[in-house]
């Protein structure tokens, strides 16, 4: 479903690498967790994945180059931080996520279809008691639900996530990754998230790659994974750490 070969990017200003020769593969209905430090190229890949930032190396979605197509009606985007911008109320503001399915972008007027929809998503991430509520007015978490609707409202092909449990608490976080991998085995889809939380991104992904100083240390599937290499990506001994929180509990 998308392949990554040899993708490198560095900003002009400095020609500093920030990822350097990544590759990787996703097949339909699988889920990657990108993890790493801070400063490793999460977010730059995801803005790579999506065309946003001019790369060296390819990328391939169903086998055509991204660099060759309208990747707005493939993919969907959810970065970390969305602002707001104007006083839309919920319902309008996922509503947006359908722009990409209008026949006429400019004309366009949503369909019954496009409002029931819009409706389901809502359904889905429980917020559809907040439909007439403006967006400004909501707190993090449940803009955060609005944000994961609207990307759902496009219904793409492959979704990619910086950081889509911010804000969330814990059971608002378990729903959302029981929602995630429900989405992604329907049709032939797959998700690309970037998390900081170990134990969400284990739960979640089938895949992992792990990047430090923008080179990838680890791509493969999550029972492949060695957990003892945090210690050399975090520069601690994370499992256990892990250990001595669980033990402070019982």
Same mark, same amino acid.
Request: proline share 2%.
């Given at each position: 479903?998308?392949?990554?070969?040899?993708?490198?990017?560095?900003?002009?200003y400095?020609?500093k690498?920030?990822?350097?020769?990544?590759?990787?593969?996703?097949?339909?209905?699988? +889920?990657?967790?990108?993890?790493? *430090?801070?400063?490793?190229?999460?977010?730059?890949?995801?803005?790579?994945?999506?065309?946003?930032?001019?790369? @060296?190396?390819?990328?391939?979605?169903?086998?055509?180059?991204?660099?060759?197509?309208?990747?707005?009606?493939?993919?969907?985007?959810?970065? @970390?931080?969305?602002?707001?911008?104007?006083?839309?109320? !919920?319902?309008?503001?996922?509503?947006?996520? +359908?722009?990409?399915?209008?026949? /006429?972008?400019?004309?366009?007027? *949503?369909?019954?279809?496009?409002?029931?929809?819009?409706?389901?998503?809502?359904?889905?991430?429980?917020?559809?008691?907040l439909?007439?509520? $403006?967006?400004?007015?909501?707190?993090?978490?449940?803009? %955060?639900?609005?944000?994961l609707? +609207?990307?759902?409202? @496009?219904?793409?092909?492959?979704? $990619?996530?910086?950081?889509?449990?911010?804000? =969330?608490? =814990?059971?608002? %976080?378990?729903?959302?990754?029981?929602?995630?991998?429900?989405?992604?085995?329907?049709?032939?889809?797959?998700?690309?998230?970037?998390?900081?939380?170990?134990?969400?991104?284990?739960?979640?992904?089938d895949?992992?790659? !792990?990047l430090?100083?923008?080179?990838?240390?680890?791509?493969?599937?999550?029972?492949?994974?060695?957990? @003892?290499?945090?210690? /050399?990506?975090?520069?601690?001994? !994370?499992?256990?750490?892990?250990?001595?929180? $669980?033990?402070?509990?019982?």
């Amino acid at each position: 479903m998308i392949e990554v070969n040899n993708l490198s990017f560095s900003y002009n200003y400095n020609n500093k690498k920030i990822l350097k020769n990544i590759s990787f593969k996703l097949f339909e209905n699988e +889920r990657l967790c990108i993890i790493g *430090p801070n400063g490793s190229g999460k977010t730059t890949l995801l803005k790579c994945l999506c065309n946003i930032l001019d790369f @060296q190396g390819s990328v391939f979605i169903n086998n055509k180059n991204i660099k060759d197509i309208e990747v707005y009606k493939s993919v969907s985007f959810l970065s @970390q931080s969305s602002e707001i911008y104007f006083d839309y109320n !919920v319902f309008d503001t996922v509503m947006l996520g +359908r722009y990409a399915n209008f026949k /006429d972008k400019l004309l366009s007027i *949503p369909s019954k279809e496009d409002k029931e929809f819009i409706f389901e998503c809502l359904e889905k991430l429980n917020i559809i008691h907040l439909k007439d509520k $403006l967006i400004n007015r909501l707190s993090g978490g449940e803009l %955060q639900k609005v944000f994961l609707a +609207r990307a759902f409202a @496009q219904n793409p092909k492959i979704i $990619l996530m910086d950081e889509p449990t911010n804000h =969330l608490d =814990l059971n608002s %976080q378990i729903e959302l990754i029981y929602n995630l991998k429900e989405w992604v085995n329907k049709d032939f889809r797959c998700i690309i998230a970037v998390m900081h939380d170990i134990n969400n991104a284990l739960n979640f992904a089938d895949k992992i790659l !792990v990047l430090k100083d923008g080179n990838s240390k680890f791509f493969g599937y999550t029972s492949d994974f060695d957990l @003892q290499l945090f210690n /050399d990506i975090y520069a601690i001994n !994370v499992v256990e750490y892990i250990k001595k929180s $669980l033990i402070k509990l019982v």
